[in-house]
């Protein structure tokens, strides 16, 4: 890829990913993650658009086991897993979430980017589905941050929803399933900017439904 290519899709990358930072209910406020957030590796963001068009012709599939062991899910070689050692997890991070996987996924040509971040949530002995959501519109609310669950499936162990958030004009859509399991409770959320939605929708879907709980001793 030319570098001016190159310079552009990272111009693009970091204007999104601020732009989300302040959106999105799960990350600190954007001040503090500016403050804190240590230098980050941004070389993964080379990408060759011919390599992208092999990519969709050749697709795999991976997948990643949470340290616990105790839950698992599947996803498309496209997405680009990003190491802690290349951008900070701790930035992603709050006091009832610890972030265990980040991937994003760019489709370069039409310059959108979505992003799939699986997170251990902590709510003390909260175990309560509803109530669980219930934080993340009051999180967002205090904010400054207008949230909209819609299409909300509750079942005895998971809850599977769209997100829709909106601060200061800025738009971001997403899928999110929450999941209890015997020991912890994760979130795993697929999301973008809200006019990039419909071209991640069904993939966002697969990612979500391949989550597995696994027993443990």
Known sequence: MKESAKLLLIGVFVLILALSLIGWWHYKSFERVLSEAKPFNLNFLEIDLEFEEESQELETFQEFLLPAGDLKISYSDSWQ??????????????????????????????????????????????????????????????????????????????????????????????????????????????????????????EAEQILNSAQVLPTE
């Not at 219930?134 to 997100?163: C, P, W, Y």
């Not at 209890?180 to 999301?191: A, E, G, P, Q, R």
Request: glycine letters at 6%; charged letters at 30%; aromatic letters at 10%.
């Open 81 to 202: 897993k990003i190491e802690d050692s290349e951008f900070s997890f701790a930035t992603l991070d709050t006091e009832n979430a610890k972030t265990l996987f980040y991937a994003i996924k760019v489709k370069a040509k039409e310059t959108k980017m979505a992003w799939l971040i699986v997170q251990e949530l902590n709510f003390g002995e909260e175990r309560g589905l509803e109530k669980i959501i219930g934080e993340i519109k009051t999180a967002g609310a205090d904010r400054g941050i207008e949230t909209e669950i819609q299409g909300l499936r509750v079942e005895e162990n998971m809850s599977h929803f769209r997100i829709n958030q909106e601060q200061s004009g800025y738009l971001t859509t997403g899928e999110e399933k929450i999941i209890l399991t015997k020991d912890n409770i994760y979130s795993i959320l697929v999301f973008s900017l809200a006019s990039d939605w419909e071209s991640f929708q069904e």
